[in-house]
């Protein structure tokens, strides 16, 4: 065996996928390809002070766990990371993940973490789809996902996590683009035209809404658009989004309507919102209900006013405005508050009020329009909170904090400070909103005992 070689017993699952092993001298590997309780013969590709990276080479045991993977790239895209085990060890590891970064991050030994609501559809439930365009070894155009851990882009001509409908424009799009001979971006080069392809479907999987992000105008884009209609009737319109930065951001600042129509409304919990290709908004029709009731169930009988920071396009602000006397909506993005202003009225809200503003000035200078809230929900990004925002919510002293987050590590940090401001944990609830992938969401519900 080569000295780069190691005979690993693999104890866990780590983060993105990947096994955990122990190394004789005290480090920690993490080695792709692996689950836990297999022995495998792993090549070590990476070396840090404390831990390993390594790949499976041979795996001398496999777990009873262990399933085929449905999609061909499952290897080396980097869009999922669990297609190769049970859905139901998944769901216990997505759970304990949370557990443990409450325990090892936030110091919390005891806290009421409900089981994990799973999804009945763990497969083909994405109704958003983001896709960059390359050069394939023939030359052609091609549509794909970033590799693990580079932005080699992977062919994809069907994902295994993306709805139907999103699959069929994705399969359109890089026909025409090779019929038409659009010149695809290269980063090194600083040249091409197509950057991107977003695609958006409606909860009932019969409408969508396709954007082609371009480095550049070129005329061909509006009959490629035309092409991309008539080739999928389900979708409503195309538009296009500048993006001329040599930059790894997808989205530039202007978007321009091809043809047909540069919005969708989808349905949520009874109520309509209105969405751009660029709109924020959550990408599982079937998981998102869970996840918002169990905020809209969390709102006290009684609570008068709640305020909804990061509001993105309103969809929590509307969703729990029919539950009390007013909703104050704090969100920093243009376009986002005017969507979520849209979106109020398109569902006849007349209690809630949105806020063009960065959370932390809402935080440090409360406006006469918006008395002091009985509760908070926050549903920041990845991120989490800042400590300015973390120290203006306590400052608040609201009875109620309402926490939506993706990500179990800074979840847990900021917890830690809440508690340390007076506030306490009633619960967690994780959702699976995003199966097959290393993500998971969950709603923490906070209160303030001495206001109890």
Request: aromatic residues 6%; charged residues 20%.
């Amino acid at each position: 065996m080569k000295p780069s070689q190691q005979e690993l017993t693999i104890l866990r699952m780590g983060q993105n996928g990947e096994g955990v092993a122990a190394l004789v001298d005290g480090r920690v590997a993490f080695v792709s390809g692996a689950l836990p309780g297999e022995q495998v013969t792993a090549e070590v590709t990476e070396v840090r002070k404390n831990f390993v990276r390594a790949r499976t080479l041979r795996r001398h045991t496999s777990s009873p766990d262990r399933e085929i993977p449905p999609c061909p790239v499952f290897e080396s895209c980097g869009g999922c990371a669990f297609q190769h085990w049970a859905y139901a060890s998944e769901l216990k590891y997505k759970e304990s993940r949370i557990k443990e970064s409450l325990k090892r991050i936030g110091h919390f030994d005891q806290v009421a973490i409900a089981p994990i609501i799973g999804a009945q559809h763990p497969y083909n439930y994405r109704n958003k789809g983001q896709f960059p365009w390359a050069i394939g070894p023939d030359g052609r155009a091609m549509l794909g996902l970033f590799a693990r851990g580079s932005h080699q882009v992977v062919e994809v001509q069907e994902c295994a996590i993306q709805d139907g409908l999103t699959n069929r424009v994705l399969a359109a799009a890089s026909k025409i683009a090779n019929r038409m001979v659009l010149p695809v971006y290269q980063e090194t080069a600083d040249a091409g035209v197509l950057r991107h392809l977003l695609v958006r479907s409606s909860k009932d999987g019969k409408r969508a809404l396709a954007a082609l992000v371009v480095r550049r105008w070129d005329a061909r884009v509006v009959a490629m658009a035309q092409h991309l209609m008539e080739a999928v009737p389900q979708l409503v319109g195309v538009v296009a989004n500048l993006n001329p930065r040599q930059t790894n951001v997808v989205l530039g600042r202007e978007t321009i309507p091809l043809a047909g129509e540069s919005s969708l409304v989808d349905e949520i919990l009874g109520q309509r919102f209105r969405l751009s290709a660029s709109t924020f908004f959550q990408v599982n029709p079937e998981q998102v209900e869970p996840l918002y009731r169990t905020v809209q169930n969390a709102i006290q009988p009684g609570t008068a006013r709640v305020w909804d920071l990061y509001a993105g396009v309103g969809t929590l602000a509307c969703l729990v405005a029919p539950q009390v006397e007013s909703v104050w909506a704090v969100e920093v993005n243009p376009e986002s508050v005017d969507a979520a202003r849209a979106n109020a009225e398109l569902n006849g809200l007349k209690n809630l009020a949105v806020e063009a503003m960065p959370v932390e000035m809402a935080l440090r200078k409360i406006p006469s329009s918006a008395p002091q809230p009985d509760a908070v929900i926050v549903d920041p990004p990845r991120s989490g909170l800042r400590q300015e925002t973390l120290e203006g919510m306590v400052g608040l002293k609201a009875r109620q904090l309402i926490y939506v987050s993706c990500n179990p590590n800074t979840l847990a940090r900021d917890l830690e400070k809440l508690h340390d401001g007076g506030y306490r944990i009633e619960g967690v609830q994780p959702v699976d909103m995003f199966p097959r992938t290393d993500h998971v969401e969950s709603v923490t519900v906070l209160r303030r005992p001495s206001l109890a």
